[in-house]
């Protein structure tokens, strides 16, 4: 059973920075085409960021683009999401997503997902 678990979110002042980890388990994940986005309240769930497992440039959402780095470590099933420079405007609860077609920037392509992680930026 394909299952993402998120971890990493909390509470960090603006200009600080966090790394959340999602840890894939279950499934052909270094197939797949891995995703990061993020819903703050009230608002739809947003791209932010999104990798292939085997390989290739990641690809960013302009908001984040330059502060965010999204990578992966095969041997761990793991990817990461360096955020830098975070500001309030970044507080959101995070997801980890997977797709085994093509993913891209809408949310609704991507068929596995995390239970999210809380990331709270103060300013």
Known sequence: QEQLVESGGGLVQAGGSLKLSCAASGGAFRSYIMGWFRQA??????????????????????????????????????????????????????????????GGRDYRNYRYWGQGTQVTVSS
């Open 41 to 102: 309240p009230g608002k739809e769930r947003e791209f932010v960021g999104t990798i292939n497992w085997s390989g290739g440039t990641p690809s960013y959402a302009d908001s984040v683009r330059g502060r965010f780095t999204i990578s992966r470590d095969s041997a761990k099933n793991t990817v990461y999401l360096q955020m830098n420079i975070l500001k309030p405007e970044d507080t959101a609860v995070y997801y980890c997503a997977a797709d085994p077609g093509w």
